[in-house]
């Protein structure tokens, strides 16, 4: 676990970095880094269970379930608070992952991935199957307020405030899930994915720490559900819950790396920025770029793109 | 002489194989027990029932009077009876340091955090300590999977003591070791044990280091107990010297 002392001092400095050079930025990369920067969370949520081992191939659930819940509480229960919804999408995955989890925590390896993809199709099917939320279509949220406050300059949705509270949200998220990580908690992770029958002989529980961290990952990756849908205003079910934005998750998070919870962030941002640039200029190559890409990692990083930072920081 | 352990009745089959037939043994304080047998003789079914790893057909096993026969290997780990493995269950990629911080996070008092870091100084300094009680701190930062087998099952043992059990079964502690260095390696572990006042089975295929070590030997055969009592009687005893200690020299050569 060596250079987590230096973890929090440079999430410090990117979350300053972030925030003051929002004025020079165009409003595109504002929005590629509010998107970068939720979509990271969702990868960081899937980090947390990744590091004991369990790989989710249905997290797209916890994404929609987050962004759902706070759309629906926007559109029909009339909740105009930003931070409300927030808390009512993180509650939304939390809830959902607390109940499954009683299930999930008893799987392991291509079991685990895929119950969780099957209650991810079942939620899409439910979605796609109801009208009353656009079915395939989705459905528009209004601009939210915040504590009261809402912007005036409604021309554009990414406004300061909204792409401040995403930077430092995903600051306080990396922050906590860094410190749970060095906690016994974080550290009984590992031991269940090195060896189980040694966990449960040292007196502790592995199911209850797989419930446990199933939970924390759900939130956090609904978290991300939440400020995707805050940005883009408008949530659909295929690109919340569908199996190929869980595919997408699970994809940043192996080109990521689970060494430090900054990876996610980095891996992210890297991926909505060649996405962005390859459907432009290159759309037919897109799908093969990712293949290549994700061919390489995993043949000559499997530790992912960390790793390259891990070198570097022990060269220096 | 009051008992820490006692099993009464135990019997487990697996299929047409009887892996334990009526085992009843007691077991006073600070006993240390070596458990003989040929392969397939039960013992570390034994261990295993003892531990909740496995459940007897019938039978009573009992920790201070309490029985305990239904408890899993979490809730018997909780009570005080700790184990190690033929084979170390130890963390692979992770360090020897590591792989006893976690144990001692596990069994801090302060329960499992999740917010507090579980590289305090208290736990620190508390696996240099094991770390050198047992003689591995030479390999403190490497990774356990690349150790030798004899670090790696006196780690598996640290691992076991931390939490500071009171009935600590050893299952083969020796196994894989070259025979010169079984006994420095046995010194360190009954050393460490003697100090720490725990009641000891340890299952051993090496009839010297039974002799040197233990001070009541169990010898079993078929899933039975044949012979119980100090170790010159059982090691003489005709029956035992059949079906234990002659394959055993067998075995060796």
């Not at chain 1, 792409?163 to 908690?185: E, G, N, P, W």
């Not at chain 1, 996610?264 to 290159?282: D, I, K, N």
């Not at chain 2, 077991?27 to 070596?34: D, L, T």
């Amino acid at each position: 676990m060596g250079g987590g002392g230096r973890t929090i001092p440079a999430l410090l400095v990117t979350l300053a970095v972030l925030l003051a050079v929002h004025p020079m930025l165009p409003g595109w990369a504002v929005n590629m880094v509010g998107l970068s920067l939720a979509n990271g969370l969702a990868v960081l949520g899937l980090l947390v269970i990744m590091r004991a081992g369990l790989v989710s191939f249905g997290h797209g659930l916890y994404f929609g379930l987050g962004s759902y819940g706070a759309a629906m509480a926007a559109t029909f229960l009339g909740v105009t608070d930003a931070f409300l919804m927030i808390a009512i999408g993180m509650a939304s995955a939390a809830l959902v992952a607390f109940v499954l989890g009683f299930l999930m925590a008893r799987y392991r390896g291509i079991f685990f991935a895929l119950l969780n993809l099957a209650f991810s199709m079942l939620l899409y099917g439910l979605l796609v199957n109801s009208a009353v939320l656009g079915s395939t279509d989705g459905f528009s949220m209004p601009i939210p307020s915040y504590l009261g406050y809402a912007p005036v300059d409604a021309t554009s949705r990414v406004s300061f405030l909204l792409y401040a509270l995403i930077c430092v949200l995903a600051f306080a998220a990396a922050l906590v899930v860094h410190r749970y990580l060095q906690s016994t908690m974080g550290y009984i992770g590992e031991g269940i994915r090195e060896n189980e029958v040694r966990v449960e002989y040292l007196g502790a529980s592995v199911r209850r720490a797989i419930h446990i961290k199933y939970v924390i990952a759900a939130a956090i990756t609904g978290l991300g559900g939440v400020l995707t849908v805050l940005l883009i205003g408008h949530v659909t079910p295929e690109d919340t819950v569908y199996w190929t934005k869980s595919g997408e998750l699970v994809f940043v998070a192996i080109l990521s790396g689970t060494g430090s919870v900054a990876a996610p962030f980095l891996g992210s941002m890297l991926f909505e920025l060649v996405r962005t640039y390859a459907l432009q200029y290159a759309p037919d190559l897109w799908q093969m770029l990712l293949g290549a890409t994700l061919l390489a990692v995993i043949m000559f990083l499997p530790g992912g793109l960390w790793s390259v930072v891990r070198l570097a920081r022990r060269k220096a | 002489m009051s008992t820490v352990l006692e099993t009464r009745g135990l019997n487990k089959r697996f299929g047409a194989v009887i892996a334990a037939a009526d085992i009843a043994i007691a077991i006073g304080p600070q006993e240390v027990v070596g458990i003989i047998g040929a392969n397939g003789a039960g013992k570390t079914t034994f261990i295993n029932m003892v531990t909740g790893y496995l459940k007897p057909d019938s039978g009573a096993i009992l920790y201070r009077d309490r029985e305990i026969t239904a408890l899993g290997p979490r809730a018997v780990t909780r009570l005080g009876i700790h184990r190690s493995f033929q084979i170390p269950q130890i963390f692979p990629e992770l360090s020897v340091f590591d792989n006893l911080l976690v144990a001692l996070g596990i069994a801090a008092e302060t329960g499992i955090t999740f917010w507090r870091p579980l590289r305090t100084p208290a736990l620190t300094e508390r696996a240099e300590e094991i770390l050198e009680r047992y003689r591995i701190d030479e390999y403190r930062d490497q990774a356990v999977g690349v150790l030798p087998q004899g670090a790696r099952k006196l780690l598996d043992i640290a691992m076991a003591m931390v939490g500071a059990p009171t009935v600590l079964l050893l299952d083969e502690p020796t196994s894989g070791i070259s025979a010169d260095e079984k006994m420095a390696m046995m010194d360190t572990i009954m050393a460490v044990l003697a100090a720490a006042e725990v009641t000891v089975l340890f299952v051993e295929h090496d009839m010297e280091v039974v002799a040197r070590y233990a001070r009541r030997v169990a010898a079993f055969a078929d899933g039975a107990i044949i012979a119980d009592g100090d170790p010159d009687t059982v090691l003489g005893d005709s029956e035992v010297r059949t079906t234990v200690v002659g394959p055993e020299l067998h075995r060796r050569g």
